[in-house]
């Protein structure tokens, strides 16, 4: 069904958003307990799956290794809309978190994907690899275009207490 049909959203269409993360955190030598990375959207948009899941990565020693294989066929239109043909989108990686596992996972209006140090330990790392796939949907195209919000945190240790530092990356224009 094209998106500028007046019943699309009754009619079951949907549109998939795909955001691939990758690059690296930078947060300097601080003795970090988890570095977090949270994208946050508007009611229009649903939070479907954060890549890697939470407790998807298999440990050997002080290392976690994970899996993203995500493959989904969906519908698409082609000459001007008048033909329909299937799309494989899918993405792939295999990676290995040496010290520190990460976790993935779904809200309501965001989704969250966090290397946390796992032992109690003070780390020093000064940067990271950023890997992640985060998957959603839009139910009504006139939500479009999409705008999204992210945001970075970084919570150390203190002597007897956590620390968060959050700021935000990239916000929407109203």
């Not at 001007?80 to 596992?101: I, P």
């Not at 690899?129 to 970075?152: M, N, R, Y």
Request: proline share 7%; hydrophobic share 35%.
């Amino acid at each position: 069904m094209r998106p500028d049909d007046p019943n699309f959203k009754q009619n079951g269409g949907e549109i998939s958003i795909f955001m691939v993360h990758g690059g690296t955190s930078e947060t300097g030598a601080l003795p970090k307990f988890k570095d977090s990375k949270k994208i946050k959207v508007l009611p229009s948009i649903i939070p479907m799956k954060q890549y890697p899941a939470s407790n998807s990565g298999v440990q050997s020693g002080d290392d976690w290794s994970y899996n993203i294989d995500y493959t989904n066929v969906m519908p698409m239109f082609s000459n001007g809309g008048n033909a329909v043909f299937d799309f494989e989108a899918s993405y792939k990686e295999d990676f290995v978190r040496s010290k520190f596992k990460q976790t993935g996972i779904e809200m309501n209006d965001s989704v969250e994907f966090v290397a946390v140090e796992p032992q109690d330990v003070r780390l020093k790392i000064d940067d990271h690899p950023i890997i992640g796939l985060s998957v959603f949907k839009c139910l009504d195209p006139a939500g479009f275009p999409v705008t999204f919000t992210f945001e970075a945190a970084v919570m150390e240790r203190g002597s007897q207490e956590y620390r968060e530092r959050r700021f935000e990356v990239l916000s929407p224009k109203n």
